[in-house]
């Protein structure tokens, strides 16, 4: 009678031990479930920073759909481009 029930104590506290395992170390322990949210967190903040710049980048296009003002801004400012008959002067500091 003592033998069955230390075998079954024995197979109660090996089962136990097989769950902890898998429990903070194995597949879907709670380690890994917590580098998944945190996986998530960083792919939704990436989404939003992305979303954005979409934003700003669809707004921009319509900017230069709409007119040739913003054109030419863009033109003088990023491209150092002067209207025929116009003259540059570029100071130095």
Same mark, same amino acid.
């Given at each position: 009678?003592?033998?069955?029930?230390?075998?079954?104590?024995?197979?109660?506290?090996?089962?136990?031990?097989?769950?902890?395992?898998?429990?903070?170390?194995?597949?879907?322990?709670?380690?890994?479930?917590?580098?998944?949210?945190?996986?998530?967190?960083?792919?939704?903040?990436?989404?939003?920073?992305?979303? +954005? !710049?979409? =934003?700003?980048?669809?707004?921009? *296009?319509?900017?230069?759909?709409?007119?040739? /003002?913003?054109? #030419? +801004? !863009?033109? =003088?400012?990023?491209?150092?481009? *002067?209207?025929?008959?116009?003259?540059?002067? /570029?100071?130095? #500091?």
């Amino acid at each position: 009678m003592f033998k069955a029930h230390y075998w079954l104590f024995l197979l109660l506290v090996l089962l136990l031990g097989g769950l902890q395992y898998r429990l903070w170390v194995g597949e879907g322990s709670l380690a890994q479930i917590a580098e998944l949210k945190k996986q998530i967190s960083d792919q939704h903040d990436e989404n939003e920073r992305l979303l +954005e !710049r979409n =934003r700003l980048l669809q707004a921009e *296009v319509m900017e230069l759909k709409q007119g040739m /003002e913003t054109v #030419e +801004e !863009r033109a =003088r400012h990023e491209l150092g481009m *002067v209207k025929q008959g116009e003259t540059l002067y /570029e100071l130095a #500091e």
